[in-house]
């Protein structure tokens, strides 16, 4: 059976409330937005059984529901069990703070703590990162190697910031390598242009 969520001012239900009166509905009421919170993360892949953009009135709540989205999203990012699909899902949750923190402050200071890890070493990587939650640091790029361990690295192909292309480290860029696949160790990563330029070595699906 489907679940909505619908966040009413005076209890939380989930489920439209437009739906109250069909068979078989599911609902539970929850006596605080914590209660609600632990309610929904309970499935491992919680934000594919209750998305973001479908509960209605969550505005109206997002100062207190910040912090909760915030350690939860980041604990999803640290794990990294998600697919390459459901990244947008995620983010749809830490984008209704970005959504709000022009007016509220809370929100805003919440909205800074959201934080993104390295695919490789698991260090916090220095700027948040939507769309490259698997990537790895900066100082994780040397380690990477071909699969017989010779180190490679990877440039844009074209002056204007586009485009991938990997040589063999130390060869002055004369020497091609001509996968996108590369290693660290065991982990396998793919190497691709970044949305804006520069590299994104990001963790193989």
Known sequence: MKKTIVIFPDRINTNAHSEAKTQHVF??????????WNYITKPEKWYLEY????IQHIEKYIEILAPFIVKSTNELRRKMEFS?????????????????????????????KLKAFCA??????????????????HECFPKITDNT???????????????????YSGTNQQEKYELDVCY???????AEEARFGGIVINLKE
């Open 27 to 36: 609902t539970k009421k929850f006596r605080s937005l914590l209660e609600f």
């Open 51 to 54: 998305q973001a953009n479908t």
């Open 84 to 112: 390459d699909q459901e990244i947008y899902t995620i983010a749809a949750w830490d984008n209704l703070l970005f959504r709000y923190k022009e007016k509220s402050e809370l929100v805003l200071k919440e909205s800074q």
């Open 120 to 137: 490789n070493c698991g260090k916090e990587r220095i700027g948040f990162s939507q769309r490259y939650p698997k990537s790895i640091c």
């Open 149 to 167: 361990g010779r180190s490679v690295e990877f440039f844009n192909s074209h002056i204007g910031g586009y485009g991938c292309q990997g040589y």
């Open 184 to 190: 660290i160790g065991e982990k396998e990563f793919i």
